[in-house]
């Protein structure tokens, strides 16, 4: 406790001295361009204003010698940008829009005129950003309103940008198997531009958001300007809805039709249809406290939502194993969630504009993990979670010239897991049939607090918008881990065997871990950018600039019996330059192209593990094989009968290194016409220091696998290096991955009540080792002495990705009222997400093949590549039907809408586990006689999953004002 007290003060400390947020323009737009007479040459001192008068907002700068002009960090919203001059006709552009983290170039091509004399023309609405040198994507309030989420969870947003792929989730939590960058799950998470990004492992989000209050949701891919940070992949922005001058509300009830929606995907033929329930209230209401001074924005949101997930253990299995028939129903799942947001936005005066935000999250969640799939009803475990996040920022235009950002965020999380089914029995595996007995995942506790906060200072001077900035962010955390006692089997056959007495030790594996209090630990990351905007010419923009990262360790051990535990190095040359440039070809095309070095943030769970299993004995974390001395006999669970097991240790490689990837990426963008475009990009992103975890305490193998991998005798003590301990697993530095992609993308603004966004994606992405210390996997690699015999494709290897979202509202015109009504107030929304299938690793179904102490899941075959198999390609399309009635009072619209997620019910598989049965090595026989050691024999046995739903169909309505 005494490194988080040093470190809160020490982040008061700078944040004082440095007011805060890990923000940047995303939040806000920008309007840049450049004053032309007739003939195309520069008007110097021209006057610009821009005016927003939902928000009452009024800004004015004068154009340079070079008739430039720049105006960042606007308020979200449509604008009028208005061009004075002399000797010209004042020139009025309407409906400029500017989303979250765009930039509109604006060009006010003036007319001679008299004093007095004016021209109004209308912007195009087309997006072709000239400095936004990423591929990006903003889905915009009427998506976001629109679109079909059954889920209720904005997240699943993510996997509509181009270049990404990845599947959404049913529940409020990340989607799944997300490729960014050739990478899994590599997402910085921010709300308002400020931290949303859970530090413990990679690829989490932080808090929940509710749909009831996001405004817009900004996707950042590669390769963006130096101001973004901590991040290999993307960045993630959901924007938060606020007051105008305007008063607008809405309530919302939704509920799923159950009789509409079908069984869940994989259930056992002749079940019970399980609880499908869903019932969502929502309301927000926003608007001003003092007109084009003070606003005020608040919403509530309650869902309650069955989240069955089915049992799909085999009827045969069922038979053998004479599993009882309640053990086989579905989880009763039942998520009960409640969001709330409050927030106040002032423009204080005419240089100076705050906004203060407060989110409130509670979600209870009984058997919420391990449940469905080969895991019976008994290992179920239930989940509680919380979280309060403070927010605020200050934006303040010093001068024409120098803007100041100013934001903080106090983010706050409390989350629990608890066995639905307490019991002193030992969990059960049988490898690929079923999971059965107590649960392995209950006893966890997580904490985090996270005060965060940058400072962002904008200087344009001439033909440069220069910028820098510093970000920081402090993280106190407390974890407890699981405990579990488990017995793998790798058949039936054994595992009654064992039951029976005739061979107690018939198991492939005894693992135990033990944590009764847990541990806090706290970390400090920071780092700062420079950047340069240069206007080289008329058409020709160029961005370059240095970031510089650290993140910095907790203390470790000093006293900890590993020595790689005593210590933490934190490396401290993070700095990754970045450059690009957009070139403006003619009017309706923009070429672009980037590159640059990005560095990902460090999951904290890297240090925390070497703390919480450093070989002291804290967690009582150990494995058995069956011939190793020690191992307990069926169903005995050593702790218990007081046996003292080797432990299992995790730590950290002395020469650990931060995980980087080199970007470039191309980009030519043709505008179709004033509201449509076409863009066709290439991506090409290398990973580099990429961590693996493998054992490091093995040495003198007795012989080898038919493929060469060596084999140690786990019987003899010879083969440890340390003999105190079992495992000294070690995350090591230096795996590498190489992502290759072709990205096409149609945009449509809306044109004749239509918009339109449409993207394909081919890539191609290898890597050396699985991931290590991310949400969805932490994995060793198979070969502990040589990690390269992992090179292959990655688990987010997707060759195919297409996705699209569309939102359709036609009018029509007929001189006949009835059918202007019928035909008029119609509204139609569609989500597809079309792939190809999860990449799956044929792993053996023997047991351990070499001696290494690792379970089957992890042991492939001889000469059998990494991830060779592949699920079937994935057809999902959800939509939404919207009837509207019509305005009364001019301001009161009610509404109707149906809504279904895979609407034609196809049969989505997101995973397979592929096992065959391979031949063991036998110590009783020679090195020659081994020969066919590790060759697979058996047939291949192939056991589906998946994260996605079948069709899901509800009703409901709104009123809005």
């Given at each position: 406790?005494?490194?988080?007290?040093?470190?809160?003060?020490?982040?008061?400390?700078?944040?004082?001295?440095?007011?805060?947020?890990?923000?940047?323009?995303?939040?806000?737009?920008?309007?840049?361009g450049?004053?032309?007479?007739?003939s195309?040459?520069?008007i110097?001192?021209?006057?610009?204003?821009?005016?927003?008068p939902?928000?009452?907002?009024?800004k004015?700068v004068?154009?340079?010698?070079?008739?430039?002009y720049?105006?960042p960090?606007?308020?979200?919203?449509?604008?009028?940008?208005?061009f004075?001059?002399?000797?010209?006709?004042?020139?009025?552009?309407?409906?400029?829009?500017?989303n979250?983290?765009?930039?509109?170039?604006?060009?006010?091509?003036?007319v001679?005129?008299?004093?007095?004399?004016?021209v109004?023309?209308?912007?195009?609405n087309v997006?072709?950003?000239?400095?936004?040198?990423?591929?990006?994507?903003t889905?915009?309030?009427?998506?976001?309103?629109?679109?079909?989420?059954?889920?209720?969870?904005?997240y699943n947003?993510?996997?509509f940008?181009?270049?990404?792929?990845?599947?959404?989730?049913?529940e409020?939590?990340?989607?799944?198997?997300i490729n960014t960058n050739?990478?899994?799950?590599?997402?910085?998470?921010?709300?308002d531009?400020?931290?949303?990004?859970e530090?413990?492992?990679?690829?989490?989000?932080f808090?929940?958001?509710?749909?009831?209050?996001?405004?817009?949701?900004?996707?950042?891919?590669?390769?963006?300007?130096?101001?973004?940070?901590?991040?290999?992949g993307?960045?993630?922005?959901?924007?938060?809805?606020?007051?105008?001058?305007a008063y607008?509300?809405?309530?919302?009830?939704?509920?799923?039709?159950?009789?509409?929606?079908?069984?869940p995907?994989?259930?056992?033929?002749?079940?019970?249809?399980?609880?499908?329930?869903?019932?969502?209230?929502?309301?927000?209401?926003?608007g001003?406290?003092?007109?084009?001074?003070?606003?005020?924005?608040?919403?509530?949101?309650?869902?309650?939502?069955?989240?069955?997930?089915p049992v799909?253990?085999?009827?045969?299995?069922i038979?053998?194993?004479?599993?009882?028939a309640?053990?086989?129903?579905?989880?009763?799942?039942?998520?009960?969630?409640?969001?709330?947001?409050?927030?106040l936005?002032?423009?204080?005066?005419?240089?100076?504009?705050?906004?203060?935000?407060?989110?409130?999250?509670?979600?209870?969640?009984?058997?919420?993990?391990?449940?469905?799939?080969?895991?019976?009803?008994?290992?179920g475990?239930?989940f509680?979670?919380?979280a309060?996040?403070?927010?605020?920022?200050?934006?303040?235009t010093?001068?024409?010239?120098?803007?100041?950002?100013?934001?903080?965020?106090?983010?706050?999380?409390?989350?629990?897991?608890?066995?639905?089914?307490?019991?002193?029995?030992?969990?059960?595996t049988?490898?690929?049939?079923?999971?059965?007995?107590?649960?392995?995942?209950?006893?966890?506790?997580y904490?985090?607090?996270?005060?965060?906060?940058?400072?962002?200072?904008?200087?344009?001077?001439?033909?440069?918008s220069?910028?820098?900035g510093?970000?920081?962010?402090?993280?106190?955390?407390?974890?407890?881990?699981?405990?579990?006692?488990?017995?793998?089997?790798?058949?039936i056959?054994?595992?009654?065997?064992?039951?029976?007495?005739?061979?107690?030790?018939?198991?492939?594996?005894?693992s135990?871990?033990?944590?009764?209090?847990g541990?806090?630990y706290?970390?400090?990351?920071?780092?700062?950018?420079?950047?340069?905007?240069?206007?080289?010419?008329?058409?020709?923009?160029?961005?370059?600039?240095?970031?510089?990262?650290?993140?910095?360790?907790?203390?470790?051990?000093?006293?900890?019996?590993?020595?790689?535990?005593?210590?933490?190095?934190?490396?401290?040359?993070?700095?990754?330059?970045r450059l690009?440039?957009?070139?403006?070809?003619?009017?309706?095309?923009?070429?672009?192209?980037?590159?640059?070095?990005?560095?990902?943030?460090?999951?904290?769970?890297l240090?925390?593990?070497?703390?919480?299993s450093?070989?002291?004995?804290?967690?009582?974390?150990?494995?058995?094989?069956?011939?190793?001395?020690?191992?307990?006999?069926y169903?005995?669970?050593?702790?218990?009968?007081?046996?003292?097991?080797?432990q299992n240790v995790?730590?950290?490689?002395?020469?650990?290194?931060?995980e980087?990837?080199?970007?470039?990426?191309?980009?030519?963008?043709?505008?179709?016409?004033?509201?449509?475009s076409?863009?066709?990009?290439?991506?090409?992103?290398?990973?580099?220091n990429?961590?693996?975890?493998?054992n490091?305490?093995?040495?003198?193998p007795?012989?080898?696998?038919?493929?060469?991998?060596?084999?140690?005798n786990p019987?003899?003590?010879?083969?440890?290096?340390?003999?105190r301990?079992n495992?000294?697993?070690?995350?090591?530095?230096g795996?590498?991955?190489?992502?290759?992609?072709?990205?096409?993308?149609?945009s449509?603004?809306?044109?004749?009540?239509?918009?339109?966004?449409?993207?394909?994606?081919?890539?191609?992405?290898?890597?050396?080792?699985?991931?290590?210390?991310?949400?969805?996997q932490?994995?060793?690699?198979?070969?502990?002495t040589?990690?390269?015999?992992?090179?292959?494709?990655s688990l987010?290897?997707?060759?195919?990705?297409f996705?699209?979202t569309?939102?359709?509202?036609?009018?029509?015109?007929?001189?006949?009222?009835?059918?202007?009504?019928?035909?008029?107030?119609?509204r139609?929304?569609?989500?597809?997400?079309?792939?190809?299938?999860?990449?799956?690793?044929l792993?053996?179904s023997?047991?351990?093949?070499?001696?290494?102490?690792?379970a089957?899941?992890?042991?492939r075959?001889?000469?059998?590549?990494?991830?060779?198999?592949r699920?079937p390609?994935?057809?999902?399309?959800?939509?939404?039907?919207?009837?509207?009635?019509?305005?009364?009072?001019?301001?009161?619209?009610?509404?109707?809408?149906?809504?279904?997620?895979n609407?034609?019910?196809?049969?989505?598989?997101?995973?397979?586990?592929?096992?065959?049965?391979t031949?063991?090595?036998?110590?009783?026989l020679?090195?020659?006689?081994?020969?066919?050691?590790?060759?697979?024999?058996?047939?291949?046995?192939?056991?589906?999953s998946?994260?996605?739903e079948?069709r899901?169909?509800?009703?409901?309505?709104?009123?809005?004002?």
């Amino acid at each position: 406790m005494s490194r988080i007290s040093r470190t809160v003060v020490t982040s008061a400390l700078m944040l004082s001295a440095l007011p805060a947020a890990l923000a940047q323009q995303s939040v806000n737009g920008t309007i840049r361009g450049r004053a032309l007479d007739p003939s195309g040459a520069a008007i110097p001192n021209a006057t610009v204003t821009v005016t927003n008068p939902a928000v009452g907002f009024t800004k004015t700068v004068t154009t340079g010698g070079n008739g430039l002009y720049v105006l960042p960090n606007l308020p979200l919203g449509e604008y009028t940008v208005q061009f004075v001059a002399p000797s010209f006709s004042t020139l009025t552009v309407k409906s400029v829009v500017l989303n979250a983290g765009s930039e509109a170039s604006i060009d006010g091509e003036m007319v001679l005129g008299e004093v007095g004399s004016s021209v109004s023309v209308v912007a195009d609405n087309v997006s072709i950003d000239p400095t936004n040198l990423n591929i990006q994507r903003t889905l915009d309030s009427r998506e976001v309103e629109n679109l079909p989420l059954t889920s209720r969870n904005p997240y699943n947003f993510i996997i509509f940008q181009p270049g990404v792929s990845g599947h959404p989730n049913a529940e409020l939590g990340i989607p799944r198997t997300i490729n960014t960058n050739g990478l899994l799950d590599r997402i910085n998470y921010q709300m308002d531009g400020m931290l949303n990004t859970e530090s413990d492992r990679i690829g989490l989000r932080f808090f929940p958001v509710g749909t009831i209050f996001v405004k817009e949701v900004q996707e950042v891919a590669n390769s963006f300007a130096p101001e973004y940070g901590w991040t290999t992949g993307n960045v993630y922005n959901v924007i938060s809805n606020n007051g105008t001058n305007a008063y607008h509300g809405m309530f919302q009830f939704v509920q799923r039709w159950v009789d509409a929606t079908a069984y869940p995907l994989l259930s056992t033929t002749g079940s019970a249809k399980p609880n499908l329930e869903l019932r969502d209230y929502s309301g927000n209401l926003g608007g001003r406290i003092i007109k084009d001074k003070l606003f005020f924005f608040g919403s509530y949101e309650q869902v309650k939502r069955g989240s069955p997930s089915p049992v799909t253990v085999s009827q045969a299995n069922i038979n053998a194993l004479g599993i009882p028939a309640e053990q086989l129903q579905a989880a009763p799942g039942l998520l009960n969630g409640k969001f709330a947001l409050g927030r106040l936005d002032w423009t204080i005066n005419k240089k100076n504009q705050a906004m203060i935000r407060y989110n409130y999250f509670v979600n209870d969640f009984p058997y919420n993990t391990q449940v469905g799939g080969i895991n019976l009803r008994s290992t179920g475990a239930n989940f509680k979670d919380r979280a309060h996040v403070f927010g605020g920022q200050l934006i303040t235009t010093v001068s024409d010239h120098l803007l100041n950002e100013f934001r903080i965020s106090l983010p706050l999380r409390s989350s629990v897991t608890s066995a639905a089914t307490p019991t002193n029995a030992p969990t059960v595996t049988i490898t690929n049939v079923v999971t059965m007995g107590a649960s392995s995942s209950g006893g966890t506790t997580y904490y985090e607090h996270s005060p965060n906060g940058s400072e962002n200072i904008s200087y344009t001077r001439g033909a440069h918008s220069l910028k820098a900035g510093f970000t920081l962010a402090a993280l106190q955390q407390r974890q407890r881990l699981a405990s579990f006692n488990t017995y793998t089997f790798a058949s039936i056959a054994a595992y009654q065997q064992a039951v029976s007495g005739v061979n107690p030790r018939s198991y492939n594996q005894f693992s135990s871990q033990t944590d009764t209090t847990g541990i806090g630990y706290a970390s400090l990351f920071y780092g700062g950018y420079a950047q340069d905007t240069w206007q080289v010419a008329p058409r020709l923009v160029v961005v370059g600039g240095l970031r510089y990262d650290r993140f910095q360790s907790p203390n470790a051990n000093p006293n900890a019996p590993v020595a790689d535990s005593r210590t933490f190095r934190v490396p401290a040359g993070n700095f990754a330059p970045r450059l690009g440039f957009s070139f403006k070809a003619t009017d309706k095309t923009v070429f672009k192209a980037s590159a640059g070095i990005f560095y990902q943030q460090t999951p904290t769970n890297l240090w925390f593990n070497a703390l919480n299993s450093d070989g002291s004995n804290r967690i009582n974390s150990y494995t058995f094989q069956p011939t190793q001395t020690g191992a307990p006999a069926y169903p005995n669970i050593p702790s218990a009968t007081g046996v003292v097991a080797a432990q299992n240790v995790l730590t950290v490689s002395p020469k650990i290194k931060n995980e980087y990837t080199w970007n470039f990426n191309t980009q030519l963008t043709q505008q179709l016409g004033s509201r449509s475009s076409f863009t066709v990009g290439y991506i090409l992103s290398n990973g580099r220091n990429l961590m693996y975890l493998h054992n490091i305490n093995l040495q003198n193998p007795v012989g080898s696998l038919a493929d060469g991998r060596p084999v140690f005798n786990p019987n003899l003590a010879s083969t440890k290096i340390d003999t105190r301990f079992n495992q000294i697993n070690r995350v090591e530095s230096g795996a590498n991955s190489s992502f290759n992609a072709l990205v096409l993308n149609y945009s449509m603004s809306p044109i004749h009540g239509l918009q339109f966004n449409a993207n394909y994606t081919w890539s191609h992405t290898i890597t050396d080792a699985p991931e290590v210390n991310t949400f969805e996997q932490n994995t060793t690699v198979m070969d502990t002495t040589n990690y390269r015999r992992d090179r292959g494709n990655s688990l987010v290897n997707r060759p195919s990705a297409f996705n699209m979202t569309a939102v359709l509202e036609p009018t029509f015109h007929y001189g006949n009222g009835f059918l202007n009504t019928v035909a008029n107030g119609n509204r139609f929304a569609i989500l597809a997400n079309l792939s190809s299938g999860d990449q799956a690793n044929l792993t053996t179904s023997t047991g351990t093949l070499n001696g290494d102490s690792f379970a089957a899941s992890v042991q492939r075959p001889a000469f059998v590549g990494r991830n060779t198999f592949r699920s079937p390609n994935i057809y999902q399309f959800d939509a939404r039907y919207t009837r509207t009635f019509g305005k009364y009072w001019d301001r009161l619209e009610p509404s109707f809408l149906l809504e279904a997620n895979n609407v034609f019910n196809h049969r989505n598989i997101t995973g397979l586990t592929v096992t065959q049965a391979t031949t063991p090595y036998n110590f009783t026989l020679s090195p020659a006689a081994n020969a066919n050691a590790g060759v697979a024999t058996g047939a291949i046995t192939t056991v589906p999953s998946t994260v996605l739903e079948a069709r899901i169909v509800q009703w409901g309505f709104a009123v809005r004002f």
